[in-house]
């Protein structure tokens, strides 16, 4: 176990944690604010990465794709919004959880349909299918590495608007105190809207940049999505700065978990036992850390709302 | 009359099941016998659901974990030369009962939005472990070598015995089911659904309650498990999955949650329909998820409450 | 002279930058009625949140029948002997009035860990939910579905759940809210013939209810209790009319 690999799965580990921040952020102010369980959630991030492989396909240009594909994963879930979700405000969460369950379904059979049930086949752009050097001896991916840097840049982005400007301070209010918002006069509707279309983007380029590094199958959203909610609640609910510690925390938990435990363990137990425990437990390792913030702070590390 | 139109239909339905094999002989068709046996085992599983979900207001999306822990409860010792049902069963009851006691401990500590997260997140985190455990066949799963053993008299290899000792569960666990609703129990679980601020204004500390009603769902629901187990004589962790606890889930809805009765017609509906859709179309699911958001909006009270006299129990 | 049956000292308690309640001090004598009154804003809600058990204090205790309650939670307490009524009207909605009174009962009469035989047969439950309820006046609507109930009906099922937890203090949050002026009749009366056998902390907005119940008033402003005594003492005392001015006028 060379520091120099353990410095590379650290950097793998803050590459998953700014995956699961581009979903998070968006989920957990849809949570805050809007109070919507939106299961499908997830589906975006699918869509975000079908979108992006089939411009990638027509096109060979991982530009056109990205400029299809975010737009247009946009659009969707604007579609999605006022189709379905607009009816869902109202409602308790059973039946909001109900029909995003209806529509993760739904979602998941319709790219099947157009693209079958096989993983899709997709590509790294040839401009950063290199590796860059980080460190004497240590080279990394280029394109794992600007993912980190766009989900940086993301994050610092979202700091400005939710600190800087009068939407952030509506957004932060609005995660604080929903009624009160709305109470003073605000256009709700448009707030909500503006909100969900943030979570939406961000999902699809969360989706879009997936797409090469993980593979790219129906369902491929609630796999992901899943760990999104640990982030979340370890996070706190409706917090953005919660989202990102909480994915940072969870990425790299679950990234060292998987390279390291394994062997950690089998100098312990020896290495046919750790060859099912070591896999087994790392798989467990960030709900057990959930558990683990549950019962010491059950409203997570950061929570947005009050009372 | 509500409660006498009520019971009517209970009896009509339990009376039509229990005639499934002996229609099934007479138009040479054994593959019912299997389809409502199929049938019956979610049914269970939606009712233990139901108590909690319908009864105790806690939207509890990881329901289908208890149904794998008691599933493997049976196959694992099988995988051993362990066969004896008594055994196994017990395991199962035993072992989801306190996988729900564990995790209904941290999940109930919140509620709302984070509640349904939280009990989704853990019962995926037990799919993971079943798929990374590769002794006990990974993702690919497990055969069951032989079905439960209870003795000479009650062979579950005889399709029609199987089918009889499901029914007979699942009305005894209706029986019990009634019974808890009912009791002192029931009426606090469902009056901390109605209003659980008050609930400890007047002194009861809920959590206690809450936690062992989901504790006693989970146990049901494993023994709706193992007896899964037996019927497909073939497991694997995709029982655990978070998709299997939606489609419980929606078979109580469907059904008419909170009646007990309710998520059996779900269990009904929902499963037949699965199987005509599928006959039709490979891509079936495409018609059942805009279906649901439909059912959601628009008929809240599922099947249960189209019934004449329908509505809540109790 | 015996303990204060409820003592509250230096309580505190803020959100964020909001001082709700800035270091109140209480004494409430076994048997008596004080009435807790203030303008709007006052932070009544929230000592009454404090001294049911619903919201934590920041500072400060609460010593309730000769022990110290501070942070124990609310079923904790209701098992000590304090009761509580609540503002806005709590009830179980979707129950018959008889049901909500029978349920308070059965918080005290023992554990529900039974599954077996219905709550509604038990006659230990019910018999004395149904003297409660007739105690309140609502005897002949004991079967009825208590979210069908009148407003009025609704505040003394309320006050008949509280009751029937055999409650040594009565915390009321604002038992005449929404009502007309012959249903605030019914409950004062109600009211007044509680007064002595339950100790009552009455928090109110209708002057004609306090000064028909209480036997000392403490007057609640900004968090502090800036004035405390018999009722009479209140009504001449500048400072609480200065804090009136502009709200409610004392009658």
């Not at chain 2, 590769?134 to 069951?144: E, I, K, Q, S, V």
């Not at chain 3, 609540?86 to 554990?111: E, K, M, P, Y």
Request: proline letters at 4%; charged letters at 15%; aromatic letters at 8%.
């Amino acid at each position: 176990m060379s520091p120099l690999l353990v410095v590379e799965q650290c950097l793998n580990g803050l590459q998953f944690g700014v995956m699961l921040f581009l979903m998070a952020a968006g989920l957990t102010l849809v949570f805050g604010i809007m109070n919507l369980v939106n299961l499908a959630h997830g589906s975006l991030y699918m869509v975000g990465a079908y979108l992006a492989t089939a411009a990638l396909g027509w096109t060979g240009s991982f530009v056109a794709a990205v400029v299809f594909a975010l737009p247009a994963t946009l659009l969707v879930g604007m579609l999605v919004e006022v189709i379905a979700l607009r009816s869902l405000y109202e409602r308790d969460h059973l039946d909001q959880v109900l029909a995003t369950f209806g529509l993760i379904l739904f979602f998941n059979e319709a790219v099947a349909i157009v693209w079958g049930r096989a993983a899709l086949f997709t590509t790294v752009p040839p401009a950063l299918a290199g590796h860059i050097q980080i460190l004497p001896g240590l080279r990394y991916p280029a394109y794992r590495a600007v993912i980190i840097l766009v989900g940086l840049a993301i994050a610092v982005l979202l700091y400005v608007v939710v600190s800087h400007t009068r939407l952030g301070m509506l957004i932060r209010a609005g995660a604080s105190n929903r009624t009160m918002v709305a109470a003073l006069g605000v256009n709700i509707r448009l707030l909500y809207t503006v909100v969900f279309g943030f979570g939406a983007a961000l999902a699809g380029l969360g989706g879009l940049m997936a797409g090469p590094i993980y593979t790219v199958l129906p369902g491929m959203g609630e796999e992901i999505l899943i760990q999104v909610f640990v982030v979340i609640v370890i996070g706190g609910i409706g917090s953005i700065r919660g989202a990102l510690v909480g994915a940072v925390v969870v990425g790299m938990v679950d990234t060292l978990g998987r390279a390291f435990l394994k062997p950690m363990l089998s100098t312990v137990l020896g290495p046919s036992a750790a060859d099912n425990a070591g896999p087994a437990l790392a798989s467990m390792l960030i709900y057990l850390l959930m558990a683990a913030v549950l019962y010491f702070r059950p409203q997570g590390l950061f929570p947005a709302a009050r009372g | 009359m509500d409660s006498r139109a009520r019971a009517l239909t209970l009896v009509a339905g339990l009376a039509i099941l229990a005639l499934v094999p002996v229609i099934a002989a007479l138009a040479h068709q054994p593959f019912y016998v299997d389809l409502f046996r199929r049938i019956m085992i979610f049914a269970i599983a939606a009712v233990s659901l139901d108590l909690i979900l319908g009864f105790g207001g806690m939207v509890s999306f990881g329901h289908a974990a208890y149904l794998g822990i008691g599933a493997y409860a049976v196959a694992i010792p099988a995988f051993y030369g362990i066969h004896s049902g008594l055994v196994q069963w017990t395991l199962a009851v035993a072992l989801s009962g306190l996988a729900a006691l564990v995790i209904g401990a941290v999940s109930l500590r919140t509620s709302g939005v984070s509640f349904i997260m939280i009990t989704l997140a853990f019962a995926q985190m037990l799919y993971y472990l079943g798929i990374s455990i590769n002794a006990w066949g990974a993702d690919d799963g497990m055969r069951l070598a032989r079905r439960s053993q209870f003795g000479p008299v009650v062979d579950l290899a005889n399709p029609d015995v199987f089918y009889y000792v499901v029914l007979g569960l699942l009305v005894a666990l209706l029986w019990l089911g009634h019974r808890l609703i009912h009791a002192r129990f029931g009426t606090v679980i469902r009056a901390a659904r109605s209003n659980e601020p008050r609930m400890q204004a007047i002194g009861f500390t809920t959590f206690r309650y809450k936690l062992a009603a989901f504790a006693i769902a989970g146990a049901v629901c494993g023994l709706a498990g193992a007896l899964l187990a037996n019927h497909t004589e073939y497991l694997t962790p995709s029982y655990m999955h978070w998709t299997r606890s939606g489609d419980i889930m929606v078979m109580v809805i469907l059904g008419g949650m909170g009646t007990l009765f309710g998520p059996v017609l779900g269990a009904v509906a929902f499963l037949l329909l699965e199987d005509i859709l599928s006959a039709w179309t490979v891509h079936w699911q495409i018609v059942l998820g805009p279906l649901l958001v439909l059912v959601v909006l628009y008929a809240r009270r599922g099947l249960y409450g189209l019934l004449p006299g329908g509505g809540r129990d109790g | 002279m015996a303990e204060p049956l409820l003592s509250v000292r230096g309580l505190r308690k803020r959100f964020g930058g909001l001082v709700a309640t800035d270091g109140v001090d209480l004494d409430v004598a076994e048997g008596e009625t004080l009435a807790v009154i203030g303008p709007n804003g006052a932070g009544k809600t929230t000592l009454i949140g404090q001294l049911s058990g619903v919201l934590r204090p920041d500072a400060g205790t609460i010593r309730f029948a000769g022990a110290e309650v501070t942070t124990l939670s609310a079923a904790a307490r209701s098992h000590r002997g304090l009761a509580r009524s609540f503002q806005i009207t709590s009830i179980f909605r979707d129950f018959s009035a008889l049901d909500n009174v029978a349920l308070a009962v059965q918080a005290h009469a023992g554990h529900s860990f039974r599954f077996w035989r219905a709550a509604r047969a038990e006659a230990t439950l019910r018999e004395p939910a149904r003297a409660i309820l007739a105690q309140v006046g609502l005897g002949p609507r004991a079967d009825v579905i208590a979210g069908t109930l009148a407003h009025g009906e609704q505040r003394q099922l309320e006050i008949a759940m509280a009751l029937a937890t055999r409650p040594r203090l009565l915390l009321l949050d604002e038992p005449v809210a929404g009502m007309g002026p012959d249903e605030s009749q019914r409950m004062v009366q109600l009211l007044r013939a509680l007064r002595g056998r339950h100790t009552m902390v009455l928090v109110e907005h209708d002057m004609d209810v306090v000064f028909a119940l209480a036997d000392r008033i403490s007057v609640l402003v900004y968090g502090r209790v800036i004035a405390s005594g018999a009722p009479d003492a209140i009504r001449t005392n500048a400072e609480v009319r200065r804090a009136y001015l502009g709200e409610e006028v004392p009658a």
